[in-house]
Structures are given as structure tokens and as C-alpha cells.
Nanobody, 122 residues
């Protein structure tokens, strides 16, 4: 198991940017497929972005493609989500997750952070 702690959430106006970070501790970070998911009130948890173990390949949900990018720094055991051109519909709790597959189904991920709130005002 790996412990994950997200940071960087907050309140931002529409059109603004935020950068989320996810710090990992425990077993070797570079052995994990990593992903970001989000969950808005009353909605199911949805995939946002994922990245392979060495960061060679990323996957981005259609709803955020062109606005969000995912990256990782295995030397710092940290996962990032750069969010640009934010919209009110991006408002959610954002979670990082470790240990899943490249299908990026949330049920496949074994370790989760506590989440960080992102609120986008119109």
C-alpha cells in the first residue's frame, strides 16, 4: 500500500487555473499506475486523467481534454494535475489514486488520498 496526500485545491473563478499535487509515501512510487478522479455532489466518481508508471503515456477524459494535463515526478514521489480554463462544472472533490490498471476504472485502484476540494465560481 502507498499513502497519498492531495493538495492544491481551492476556490477559483471560471477561466482560472489550479495545480493539484499528490504526494506519495510507502512503497516505490514508480511501480504504480496513477490517476486522478473527481466526484461532484450527487454524482458518481469519474475518471479525469491517468499516467503510466514512468509517465510515458497519459490518458485524459474527454470532458477535460485540452484543459487538464497530468504528470508525475518519480524522483519526488509526486503526481500532478494542471487544470487550466476551469469551468463551474469542474467543481468536485479531486482524488488521486494508485495501483490501478491502464483501463483507469476507479474500482481497480487500491490506494486513495483523502481528496481536495476544487470549487469554480461563475
Amino acid at each position: 500500500q502507498v499513502e497519498l496526500v492531495e493538495s492544491g485545491g481551492g476556490l477559483v473563478q471560471a477561466g482560472g487555473s489550479l495545480r493539484l499535487s499528490c504526494a506519495a509515501s510507502g512503497r516505490s512510487f514508480s511501480t504504480y499506475v496513477m490517476a486522478w478522479f473527481r466526484q461532484a455532489p450527487g454524482k458518481e466518481r469519474e475518471f479525469v486523467a491517468g499516467i503510466t508508471r514512468i509517465g510515458a503515456t497519459t490518458s485524459i477524459a474527454d470532458s477535460v481534454k485540452g484543459r487538464f494535463t497530468v504528470s508525475r515526478d518519480n524522483t519526488k514521489n509526486t503526481l500532478y494535475l494542471q487544470m487550466n480554463s476551469l469551468r463551474p462544472e469542474d467543481t468536485a472533490v479531486y482524488y488521486c489514486a494508485a495501483g490501478g490498471t491502464l483501463a483507469f476504472r476507479w474500482r481497480d485502484f487500491a490506494s486513495w488520498g483523502q481528496g481536495t476540494q476544487v470549487t469554480v465560481s461563475s
